[in-house]
């Protein structure tokens, strides 16, 4: 019997399972081993309750995200306590997703070496396993399989390859797996598969989900094409379509996108367990708020501009809001405020100038910016690629139809220049500590709330690397592979953290010692190379 379907999970706090908080709308429950996750998630999926955002599986953690408007973390710990000490769900006779392979990998034979075994005997027992995916990681679709019976363990590459092809099959540790797209990695590749592995227009994006059992069926020597997985996969000028799913308008064409330029909207909740990130506006107040200036539904996409520096020109009669950084606004060669809603007459161009202050500023029509949504949303994810890509010169934007009222007659709050950090006045990210904040030592936990950090260059939509004193571990041990969310301050061996930010990755295995709250992820998203940043810890429990 299968570890999700068979393994009992017993009470929490019987069998000593902890539940850690991770930031505010999350926290993550402890299941001892990879059967205990299994059994775990199988049970919580079979029913999950409204405001539950993601339930995601990970070595041996069960993350649950939840909306904090609908459940309080109290909530969902009785639920999943609940769920744990319950009858396993009925097993439910599951198609296995079936990946034909051609066993012609690179590795093949060194790995047959490690093992002491032959390459056809290699190949035979792969072939033969009945796999589950148990996790995924890493990047959109790439399932993490347990296979019954498996008790081989190969050891990842020294140094991970620079590029894996689409449909590579591999081993690392106990676990196999196949890469949905071309990547970086580690794995010890055996083999090749043609299956489509993730398909962003697909009702189901991800072929291999947590608990999906999978079968390796040997292919003939033939040549096998392989899935180009999810690179960019919309644009918006290929084509402009409306959310009906009629042409829509054209709206704007890109005559300089400045330093970086994308469409973004409120991103892809829910599908971390496919490992595909939240992505969306790095600061959700500003890009709401442009919305709300506009009359626009609360999802409508907005421009994300990086630094200033765009220039477009407009190719009907527009409504335009700049919201975020403060960057001066020029249409036409007249210069107006940000936050202020201006007519931007077919013909004319616009201007953003470099930004006085903040990093990102949000460009906005009434109506909403229109793009063939991916995954159920118009933004880019700059780790995994999902959504259009980057705008660049000549690009047309189109404009949609996301109206829900008239524009406010009035401002709808008072607004001037984003914070700024400087010695004197360092900017306040709050942040809630833990899970794993018992991993530095007393001077590090010290340090991370006490010190004055400093933004560094490596500071983008995937998380900001902050500079300062080097955290000391209180373990040297290796932790196993997590659930993250966005905020979520991780540890690396160089000590210096990181803070995830929306386009980060969905798990991940150094410590998070604390998790910036969504105010101060949306203050890091202002904050330049070479400012001032103060971690300041705050409560779970909060409002």
Known sequence: MSAAGGRAVPDMQAAGMRMLPLGRDAVLFEAGDLAGVMALHARLAAAVPPGVVDVVPAAETVLVRFDRARLTSDTVRAWVSAAAAGAA???????????????????LDDVASILGTSPEALVARHAATAW?????????????????????????LPSPRAQVPAGAVGLAGAFSGAYPRESPGGWRLIGTTDAVLFDPDGTRPALLAPGTPVRFLPARSRSVSRSPGPAPTSSPTLPPVSPAGHHAPRGIRIVEPG??????????????????????????????????????????????????????????DLAVVVTGG?????????????????????????????????????LAVRGGWDAAPVVGSRSTDTLSGLGPAPLRAGDVVAVGEEIATDPPALPLHP?????????????????????????????????????????????????????????????????????????????????????????????????????????????????????????????????
Do not use: C
Not at 132 to 156: K, S
Not at 268 to 285: F, K, L
Not at 339 to 360: K, N, Q, S, Y
């Open 89 to 107: 769900p009925a097993a439910d006779a599951l198609t296995p997703a079936v990946l034909p392979v051609r066993y012609d990998g690179t590795d």
């Open 415 to 543: 607004w001037g220049l984003p914070d700024v950090g400087t010695d004197a006045a360092p900017l306040d990210v709050p942040f809630v500590p833990g899970p794993r904040d018992d991993w530095l030592t007393g001077t590090a936990r010290r340090a991370l709330a006490g010190e004055t950090w400093t933004v560094s260059a490596a500071a983008d939509r995937i998380g900001v690397r902050l500079e300062g004193p080097s955290l000391e571990r209180s373990r040297s041990d290796e932790l196993a592979s997590e659930g993250m969310v966005p905020g979520a301050i991780q540890v690396p061996p160089s000590g210096l953290p990181v803070v995830f930010g929306v386009d980060g990755p969905v798990t991940g295995g150094y410590p998070v010692v604390g998790v910036v709250t969504a105010a101060g992820l949306g203050r890091l998203a202002q904050a330049r190379p070479g400012d001032r940043v103060r971690l300041r810890p705050v409560a779970s429990s909060a409002h």
């Open 259 to 316: 330093a970086r330029a994308t469409l973004q909207d409120g991103g892809r909740p829910g599908r971390a367990a496919e490992g595909i990130a939240v992505s969306g506006a790095a600061d959700r107040d500003a890009w709401a708020l442009a919305n709300r200036l506009l009359g626009n539904r609360a999802g409508a996409a907005a421009i994300e501009v990086v630094l200033g520096g765009l220039r477009a020109v407009a190719e009907r």
């Open 326 to 362: 403060w960057a001066p606004v020029v249409i036409d060669g007249r210069p107006g405020d940000p936050f202020v809603v201006h007519a931007w007459p077919a013909g004319t161009e616009l201007r953003l100038d470099g930004m006085l202050a903040g990093a990102r500023a949000y």
């Open 132 to 156: 589950t995916v148990a996790f995924t990681g890493f990047a959109p679709g790439f399932g993490y399989l347990v296979g019954a019976g498996w008790d081989l363990n190969v050891p990842r």
